[in-house]
């Protein structure tokens, strides 16, 4: 097998070493219980979990006792979306979302839709931006929550975050943000935007999988939920279970680096991204852009090609791992329902690939990327006889 370029860094990142080697003593002789009260094992590891909880609370502008370890994003979703739902079923019952989620908050939406709350799925634009002024149209007298994505995971789109934020705001509707694709890699304050709940995960900026955190607003106002997990009443009250203590240092490690390396990364993966865009729609002019380029996570493109199928791009690009588009299932291949809610045929829905570059990438796989891509593109569409067809 030819080796494999990994483009795929929306999906998940290659845990950097750095962390790891910040992980390690954890593991060994500083392997203590952070709830331990009795010894110094125990000190050890809460310490290195307090000072790790800071280091999260510094990138986000808020504070320590406002972040609550989880699993990953999709725990931290869940917590927060039925967590604060369920906290007050007095409060008004309706919801507000929008289609181009992750599984993670349609799903939890839709189960909260089972349980008696009322959901508004918001359209997006062809961009796959949220319409502004369609959130400012929806939000009710009874609605309770607004759920937005920062960046999608698909096409990498990024919403108008300040702006929903100021909105939930002024309408006294809490704001829960699904970071899980900007954390760390956009700036992000949930002062200045208003958030109230965020959800992110260590293994998508190069920290281990299986730890992420959900920042729950303490004041001005003070966010309450109702736990989803039971137990001993760890991370005051709000997800019990003993702390990884490993983990949460790997995630404040892995938040540390990439606060630091932001401005240098963004510029370089930017670069990357460009220019195998530049190469790819010279060389392919029909080539579509899914989503707003301006309004994009610097490392992600997600392009389509008529008459490809998305499927058979990724069979034929043999040293460069990326993915469709298109969510696949055993027995049948359905077009990915992001691509779907741009307004994309199904034929153009099922022709998209995504490319999402990430901290291990070096310009020569950018470049290799390019090449084969055209090259794959140009041999499919030389097989078709429908495109043959059309250019006759
Ligand atoms: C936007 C978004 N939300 C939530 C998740 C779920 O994150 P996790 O894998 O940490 O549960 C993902 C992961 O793909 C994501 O991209």
């Known amino acids: 097998m030819k080796p494999r370029i990994y483009l795929d860094n929306n999906a998940t990142t290659p845990t950097d070493t750095r962390v790891i080697d910040a992980m390690m003593p954890y593991y060994t002789e500083k392997f203590g219980n952070a709830a331990s009260r009795n010894h110094s094992f125990g000190w050890e590891a809460e310490e290195a979990v307090e000072n790790a909880r800071k280091a999260i609370a510094n990138e986000l502008n808020c504070r320590s006792r406002e972040i609550v ?61 949220v319409d502004f002024d369609e959130l400012t149209y929806v939000i009710r007298e009874d609605t309770v929550l607004v759920s937005i994505m920062h960046a999608n995971n698909e096409i990498g789109t990024v919403n108008d975050i300040t702006a929903m934020g100021k909105l939930c705001r002024d309408r006294d509707v809490r704001f829960f943000v699904d970071a899980a694709q900007s954390f760390g890699k956009l700036d992000v304050d949930v002062d200045s935007m208003n958030i109230d ?12 999988k ?12 003070k966010v309450e939920l109702k736990l989803q997990v039971d137990g001993g009443g760890h991370e005051r ?47 392919l002019p029909d080539t579509i852009v899914n989503g707003s380029l301006e309004h994009r996570l610097p490392h992600n493109i997600n392009f389509s090609f008529p008459d490809v199928e998305g499927e058979a791009l990724l069979m034929e690009l043999e040293s460069i791992a990326c993915s469709s588009g298109s969510a696949c299932t055993s027995a049948t291949l359905k077009p990915s329902y992001v691509m779907k809610a741009l307004g994309h045929s199904e034929e153009v829905a099922h022709s998209s690939i995504r490319i999402a570059f990430g901290r291990m990438n070096r310009d020569e796989d950018g470049e290799l990327a390019a090449k084969e891509i055209i090259n794959a593109v140009r041999s499919l569409r030389g097989k078709s006889p429908f495109h043959r067809m059309k250019r006759v």
């Not at 799925?121 to 062809?126: A, E, I, L, Q």
């Not at 709940?197 to 281990?208: D, N, Q, R, T, V």
């Not at 299986?210 to 106002?221: A, K, T």
């Open 237 to 283: 009250g709000m997800r019990s279970g003993t702390l990884p203590v490993p983990l949460i240092i790997g995630l404040a490690e892995a938040t540390r680096l990439c606060a630091e390396e932001r401005q240098s990364e963004t510029e370089r993966l930017k670069q990357m991204r460009d220019s195998l865009l530049e190469k790819v729609t010279s060389d």
């Open 197 to 208: 709940m965020l959800a992110a995960s260590g293994h998508k900026i190069y920290g281990p």
């Open 210 to 221: 299986g730890i992420g955190f959900l920042y729950v607003r303490q004041r001005n106002p």
């Open 69 to 129: 370890f989880t699993s990953g994003a999709t725990e931290s979703v869940n917590l927060a979306i039925k967590g604060y739902c369920e906290r007050d079923r007095q409060r008004g019952k309706h919801i507000v979302t929008q289609v181009t989620e992750h599984k993670a908050v349609l799903d939890t939406s839709s189960e909260l839709e089972k349980r008696g709350w009322e959901v508004t799925y918001m359209p997006v634009r062809k961009d796959g931006l």
